[in-house]
């Protein structure tokens, strides 16, 4: 959980740096963070499965 945390903090401030430094669509980072949220959060339910059926 805790790695998951890390992994969205890192790609949140990833998508900061896109948006100021490279001048990458607003609407591109966006989805970009959605698709982050999606995937870590499925890590996370597949990881408490994974524990649940040790």
Do not use: N, Q, R
């Not at 339910?45 to 040790?54: D, G, Q, T």
């Amino acid at each position: 959980m805790k790695i998951c945390l890390v992994i969205f903090i890192i790609g949140f401030f990833k998508e900061i740096y896109d948006v100021i430094v490279k001048f990458d669509p607003l609407w591109m980072s966006a989805i970009d963070l959605v698709s982050d949220i999606v995937g870590i959060t499925s890590g996370i339910i597949v990881s408490k499965i994974k524990l649940v059926h040790k």
